[in-house]
């Protein structure tokens, strides 16, 4: 702790490269951030029937997350509490019960152990029930998307979010949403932060990572502009909100949706959106952007985890996330628009993957970390936030410049020294 301590500087824009490599980090990220903030888990309408039940990882723990049949949302950690078996294996499905597949104990959807084969017999009827139910984890839901922790004394869940729910409103909140099928999940040889990090700040690389897309004629030029804004909020939240744009890029019949859902503030924004991009700290990210399908300007919104699996690894998972009333049609072309861009297949997912794969192998090694070789994240340092904006947080008058992620790294370093 006291090695990052004296060699991170987030505000001096000073990144040490071992930080995206070092084992020792990742198992410390492990225990003060993953095991103590909020992690994403679902969408809410990806369970919306009672018994239907998603598993999901939290902090690298399977957790079942299921509507009971009162239609509440819980999540148990995925183990039966008699012998430890993983009492859930399918992805998704819906049930009341849950067998557990070692001796056959069954627990409600709602947690209580109601079955034990033979138990008056071989128990003596002794078995304590009520002690046995499945162990709960804490969850809370901000418009539609379910978070946990594992944290027994987490921060206040709304306080996390904080005034960054201005903005994820517009994103994810703006009517009633829904995620079309399974999320897609692939796994690639990066580091996770280099993704967050990505999406937090950096819409500085689209003219050259993802230039040749331009060069093709598939996006406009104009799509790489800095014009816009770069936005950060408490707890290393932020995102980039590219404006103005001549085009409504959402379905218009749904406007007096938007306009109940969201504030006239938001909604202005909304109007004028070209893109949006951020991260929930620690490992959220959103993108709502907008390609031309069939020579209609569409948007499509996603919410992306990217998940842990070692320091040199992750998974990364995509929820495509549209407006439950738009129409069949639409849907389909923000769909189609979302398989064109940042689905695994997208070309713009291509190019970014692959930058994170050549981050991470060059932070690896011990030259790196020996020599304290570090990154640069001064850009805008010299920069003054801009007053009288539409929403809350340090606000920046245009997209280029890295100081979301000096925030980010900044919260990132608190809960690490915790
Ligand atoms: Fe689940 Fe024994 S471990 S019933
Ligand atoms: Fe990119």
Known sequence: VRYLENTVEPEEGI???????????????????????????????EIPNNGDFVTRDLAGYSVIVSRNQDGVIRAFYNMCTHRGMKLCRAD?????????????????????????????????????????????????????????????TPQD??????????????????????????????????????????????SYHT?????????????????????????????????????????????EELIPEYKAHLSPQQFDMMADLKNMIGTIFPNLSFLVSHTEVKGKLISNTT?????????????????????????????????????????????????????????????SGHVPFAKNYTYNYTMGKHRVPVKDFLGPGIVYDDKFTEANSRSYYRYWLDLMKA
């Open 157 to 202: 869940f709304s306080e996390f979010l904080g005034d960054f729910k201005w903005y994820l409103d517009i994103a994810v909140g703006r009517t009633d949403m829904e995620v079309v099928g399974p999320p897609q999940k692939f796994i690639i040889n990066s580091q996770w932060k280099i993704g967050a990090d990505n999406f937090v700040s950096d």
């Open 303 to 363: 919410v992306r985890l990217w998940r842990p699996i070692a320091v040199d690894k992750m998974e990364v998972i995509t929820w495509f996330l549209v407006e439950k009333n738009a129409s069949e049609d639409w849907k389909h072309r923000s769909r189609e628009s979302y398989i064109l861009t940042f689905s695994p297949s997208g070309i713009f997912e291509q190019d970014d993957t692959e930058v994170f794969t050549d981050i991470t192998g060059a932070a």
């Open 15 to 45: 990144i040490p490269a071992y930080i995206m490599s070092d084992p020792a980090v990742y198992d410390l990220e492990h225990e003060k951030v993953f095991l103590k903030t909020w992690l994403f888990l679902g969408h809410e309408s």
């Open 207 to 251: 003219m050259v990572t993802h230039g040749s897309i331009a060069k093709l004629g598939m996006v406009p030029n104009a799509t790489y502009s800095k014009k816009g804004y770069q936005v950060h909020t408490e707890n290393g939240h932020g995102c980039n909100i590219g404006m103005p744009n001549p085009d409504f890029a959402f379905p």
């Open 92 to 152: 998704k499905g819906n049930k009341a019960r849950f067998t557990c597949p070692y001796h056959g104990f069954t627990f409600k959807n709602s947690g209580e152990l109601i079955g034990v084969p033979m138990q008056k017999d071989i128990y003596g009827g002794k078995l304590d029930f009520e002690a046995m139910g499945l162990h709960q984890v804490t969850i809370e839901t901000y418009k539609g998307l379910i978070f946990g922790t594992f944290n027994d």
